[in-house]
């Protein structure tokens, strides 16, 4: 799959096969695509927590009201911002660079064929109980469920004209 077909297969997807694993070699995939993301002067002001634990996975599900998805999510990997990495460089950019970092994430794992769904964590309040089951002073961003897809939601999104100003 090519990154033109990548980007317009992407779907949110929150029905997993239950128990079905992903090899360790394709989430450390996904991890180096979040990583190769573009970030305000280089400051790479993230870390990244993977979530297999069925304990923890099970107590990301109870602390945040829409992550339902993760009961059979084979993990989470939840996306946290250092927002100390920046101060005095880039200040403030790192909700943009943990964003990209998402969806480079998200892109990567339609190409391994694995299912995933961003669960939006800052700036909600459940970022800080997100914090606590995570033992971190990084700010969870997102936590991104993962697993085997399930199901298989039709393409869509559309290029929409009006959105676009042209100043030629
Ligand atoms: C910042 C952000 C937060 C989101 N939070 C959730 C969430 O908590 N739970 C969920 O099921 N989906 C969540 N989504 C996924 C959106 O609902 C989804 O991207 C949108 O409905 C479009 O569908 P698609 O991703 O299949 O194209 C989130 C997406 C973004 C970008």
Not at 2 to 18: E, G, M, Y
Not at 77 to 100: F, H, K, N, T
Not at 133 to 146: R, Y
């Given at each position: 799959?090519d990154?033109?077909q990548?980007?317009?297969?992407r779907r949110?997807i929150r029905?997993?096969?239950?128990?079905a694993?992903?090899?360790?070699?394709?989430?450390?995939?996904?991890?180096?695509a979040?990583?190769?993301?573009?970030?305000?002067?280089?400051?790479r002001?993230w870390?990244f927590?993977v979530?297999?634990?069925?304990?923890r996975?099970?107590?990301?599900r109870k602390?945040?009201p829409y992550?339902?998805m993760?009961?059979?999510?084979?993990?989470?990997?939840?996306v946290?911002?250092?927002?100390?990495d920046?101060?005095g460089?880039?200040?403030?950019?790192?909700?943009l660079?943990?964003?990209?970092?998402v969806e480079?994430?998200?892109?990567q794992?339609?190409d391994l064929?694995?299912?995933?769904c961003?669960?939006g964590?800052?700036p909600?309040?459940?970022?800080?109980?997100l914090q606590?089951?995570?033992?971190?002073?990084?700010?969870p961003v997102?936590?991104?469920?993962v697993?085997?897809p399930?199901?298989?939601p039709?393409?869509?999104?559309?290029?929409?004209?009006?959105?676009?100003?042209?100043?030629a």
């Amino acid at each position: 799959m090519d990154l033109t077909q990548a980007i317009r297969a992407r779907r949110s997807i929150r029905k997993f096969k239950p128990g079905a694993s992903i090899p360790r070699e394709d989430v450390e995939t996904m991890l180096e695509a979040a990583m190769m993301s573009p970030s305000a002067c280089n400051t790479r002001p993230w870390e990244f927590f993977v979530v297999e634990d069925p304990k923890r996975k099970e107590a990301l599900r109870k602390a945040h009201p829409y992550a339902s998805m993760l009961e059979t999510a084979a993990l989470a990997i939840v996306v946290c911002a250092r927002p100390e990495d920046q101060s005095g460089v880039c200040d403030g950019y790192w909700p943009l660079d943990c964003g990209a970092a998402v969806e480079n994430l998200l892109l990567q794992a339609v190409d391994l064929g694995c299912g995933a769904c961003w669960c939006g964590c800052w700036p909600s309040p459940r970022a800080a109980a997100l914090q606590e089951i995570l033992n971190t002073q990084s700010v969870p961003v997102a936590l991104v469920a993962v697993g085997v897809p399930d199901e298989s939601p039709a393409a869509r999104g559309h290029y929409d004209p009006g959105k676009v100003t042209w100043l030629a």
